[in-house]
């Protein structure tokens, strides 16, 4: 019988200790405040549960929790910031930490119904996705952040207006077309249209699957370690359909100016694509581990993965040939291993 999860490894044997826990935790509310490498806060607590177990994990979340909090609540009494953003900080933190220590430690209890990780990894998205969509409506009341907002969008489309090459005549026509007012706008419909939804999961599975590269690396029995559970992956039955009838739903909501269920066909429309996404990249990866590879080989692969995946147009026709690929599953069957002919 499969494992329900084999993506978790079994929790670390041998004298316990809470330091690799305090530790992660400590890197993990660390990378939240470091520019760039925000983008991999979760990835430390990822590493505990993929080396130390879940156990290790949750207790790695707590210390994390309580580090960002400290955090949050002193900045904001030292520099004068109001509680209130430290409690959004505070609320967005404790809510992805959460969810992705669930993805990555799994199901709390064997006597409770399992959960697949796509599926957790889906409703935690959900619920990160949904802070985030708070944060933003929360932040766009504040009349000094929106004023604050607007004069920063001013001065990027103005510098790159000037730095565009073009003439008068159509550098008044990205003024008229680039204005404060339209950008916000653009950006609340695309968040709200699923935006907000993509971005938390996508934040999650790179997360997730950078906490397995590092796993790797601290153990040696990597072997237990895994990451590559998308190979079985397979969406539900019924999710073409559900995602035919959300397209027909958006189309009938645009002609008759119905933007609430609008805007909920939209989500579940992002939700069905990506598990169509998931599928389409279980089809790639069951065909690239049938046989052995050397390691200059997958250093390459993932070097690729990285430029595909940073890179702007590429990236989405890739995703989208994914996409069409989780699709085709529905009638084609793509994983189905070659029988060898006896001589």
Not at 129 to 158: H, K, T, Y
């Amino acid at each position: 019988m499969r494992p329900e999860d084999p993506a978790i490894a079994p929790p670390h044997t041998g004298k316990t200790t809470l330091i690799p826990a305090l530790i992660c935790a400590v890197l993990s509310v660390v990378l939240m405040r470091f520019g760039f490498f925000s983008f991999f806060f979760l990835a430390p607590l990822g590493v505990c549960a993929a080396v130390y177990g879940p156990v290790m994990a949750w207790i790695g979340f707590v210390f994390a929790l309580t580090g960002n909090a400290v955090w949050s609540i002193g900045f904001s009494l030292r520099y004068g910031t109001g509680l209130a953003g430290a409690g959004m900080d505070i609320l967005y933190f404790t809510v992805l930490s959460a969810g992705f220590t669930w993805i990555m430690a799994g199901n709390p209890s064997p006597a409770k119904p399992p959960v697949r990780t796509f599926f957790r990894l889906t409703a935690a998205s959900v619920a990160g996705a949904l802070v985030f969509l708070g944060m933003v409506f929360s932040m766009g009341s504040d009349e000094g952040f929106s004023a604050l907002i607007r004069s920063q969008i001013e001065a990027n489309v103005s510098s790159y207006i000037a730095s565009s090459g073009a003439d008068a005549a159509q550098q008044a026509f990205l003024e008229h077309m680039l204005t404060p007012d339209r950008i916000i706008e653009t950006f609340i419909m695309i968040i709200l249209r699923g935006g907000a939804l993509a971005s938390a999961f996508f934040l999650l599975f790179i997360n997730r699957q950078t906490a397995f590269a590092f796993a790797r690396l601290f153990r040696r029995q990597g072997k237990n370690i895994g990451g590559n559970d998308l190979i079985g992956f397979y969406a539900p039955r019924k999710t073409i359909w559900v995602l035919s009838l959300c397209l027909a739903v958006i189309l009938l909501c645009r002609t008759i100016a119905l933007e609430a269920v609008e805007i909920a066909a939209w989500n579940l429309l992002v939700i069905c694509v990506i598990m169509f996404l998931a599928q389409g990249g279980g089809i790639v990866l069951f065909r690239l581990t049938g046989k052995p590879r050397s390691m200059i080989t997958r250093l390459l692969c993932g070097l690729l993965l990285v430029f595909i995946v940073f890179s702007p147009g590429i990236n989405v026709l890739v995703m989208g040939g994914l996409v069409l690929l989780g699709i085709a599953e529905c009638w084609l069957s793509l994983r189905v291993k070659k029988q060898e002919v006896p001589d």
